[in-house]
């Protein structure tokens, strides 16, 4: 199994801040992760997907990089709305498939 | 546009089996690729529970392959979980989704999928 390591778990930012999450894989995935964005009481939403690429309709103030196991997903000026839990995700072994454990940003 | 919509029980009793159904809008469940049940525990992370492909092949967790089957009714146009011998650990909102293909829009290059359409999850409460 493809283990996928989340950091930091929480974090407290102002808005305007330049924010940055990580997530490692156990294992190289070849930017075979996606990024998901979920808010209380809702079901995530897609952010990013193949580590880099922007879904439709994702503000481009969100950016993602990374290779082999590594993966950072950066918000460059966090807004209000941004205030939210953040997953990645592996599909490099699909069909079978692991999230990070998230990480909860909030208002400092 | 595809839609999801999870139905069933929000409370089960502990050994019983927790049956879920995620009815599918706007997209014939048997035209092609896979749906999926993903699970959140109060105040924790997303969890994969297993998926089930346009072909019939089901994939599950390991750590929940003994107790899980997934499946689907073309005739309903719905896919189902069920998971048995359930515990107080099993407490947890439960969501469907189905992904959608990534292509490199210059190089035409697959870039893989990733759950890009949800239903609006329902919780399951394990209690006697």
């Known amino acids: 199994d493809i283990q996928m390591t989340q950091s930091p778990s929480s974090l407290s930012a102002s808005v305007g801040d330049r924010v940055t999450i990580t997530c490692r894989a156990s294992?190289?995935?070849?930017?075979?992760l996606a990024w998901y964005q979920q808010k209380p009481g809702k079901a995530p939403k897609l952010l990013l997907y193949?580590?880099?690429r922007l879904e439709s309709g994702v503000p481009s103030r969100f950016s993602g990089s990374g290779s082999g196991t590594d993966y950072t997903l950066t918000i460059s000026s966090l807004q209000p709305e941004d205030f939210a839990t953040y997953y990645c995700?592996?599909?490099?072994?699909?069909?079978?498939?692991?999230f990070g454990g998230g990480t909860k940003v909030e208002i400092k | 546009q595809v839609q999801l919509q999870e139905s069933g029980p929000g409370l089960v009793k502990p050994s019983e089996t927790l049956s879920l159904t995620c009815a599918v809008s706007?997209?014939?469940?048997?035209?092609?690729?896979?749906w999926g049940w993903i699970r959140q525990p109060p105040g924790k992370g997303l969890e994969w529970i297993g998926s089930?492909?346009?072909?019939?092949?089901?994939y599950y967790n390991p750590s929940l392959k003994s107790r899980v089957t997934i499946s689907v009714d073309t005739s309903k146009n719905q896919f189902s979980l069920k998971l048995s011998s359930v515990t107080a650990a099993d407490t947890a909102v439960y969501y469907c989704?189905?992904?959608?293909?990534?292509?490199?829009?210059?190089?035409?290059?697959?870039?893989?999928?990733?759950?890009?359409?949800w239903g609006q999850g329902t919780m399951v409460t394990v209690s006697s």
């Open positions: 989704a189905t992904p959608s293909d990534y292509y490199d829009i210059l190089t035409g290059y697959y870039l893989g999928d990733a759950f890009d359409i």
């Open positions: 706007g997209y014939s469940i048997s035209s092609g690729y896979y």
């Open positions: 089930i492909y346009h072909s019939g092949s089901t």
């Open positions: 294992q190289g995935i070849s930017n075979s």
């Open positions: 193949a580590a880099s």
């Open positions: 995700q592996q599909y490099y072994s699909t069909p079978l498939l692991t």
